[in-house]
Nanobody, 126 residues
Framework: QVQLVESGGGLVQLGGSLTLSCAAS????????MGWFRRAPGKDREFVAA???????TVFADSVKGRFGISRDYAKNTYLEMHNVKPEDAAVYYC????????????????????WGQGTQVRVSS
């Protein structure tokens, strides 16, 4: 059982930057691919970004490509770096983990991850 705890959410100015963090409990962290998803008010949850178990493969939704970055470290943390934030980026952001058995973009971007955090809210001010 992997426990995930997100942090770093809050209020960010339009065009500003914010970094979200996700701390995992699993000691074999490298065996899990990590993803970030978000849900805006009144909308379905959507894929944002993902990173493979060894960190070598990253995938981004078209809506954030070129503005967001994703990374992970050996201390079981995963980060979502948000830059040039837009109003449509306001949402609750969720960290998720799944077995790193595959690293193709389809697998990493699918929503059927095994473990999910509680979410951290990002609000955008104009």
């Amino acid at each position: 059982q992997v426990q995930l705890v997100e942090s770093g959410g809050g209020l960010v100015q339009l065009g500003g930057s914010l970094t979200l963090s996700c701390a995992a409990s699993e000691r074999t962290f490298i065996e899990y691919a990590m993803g970030w998803f978000r849900r805006a008010p009144g909308k379905d949850r959507e894929f944002v970004a993902a990173i493979s178990g060894n960190g070598g493969i990253t995938v981004f939704a078209d809506s954030v490509k070129g503005r967001f970055g994703i990374s992970r470290d050996y201390a079981k943390n995963t980060y979502l770096e948000m830059h040039n934030v837009k109003p449509e980026d306001a949402a609750v952001y969720y960290c998720a983990a799944r077995s790193a058995v595959r690293d193709d973009s389809d697998y990493l971007s699918r929503a059927d991850y095994d473990y999910w955090g509680q979410g951290t809210q990002v609000r955008v001010s104009s």
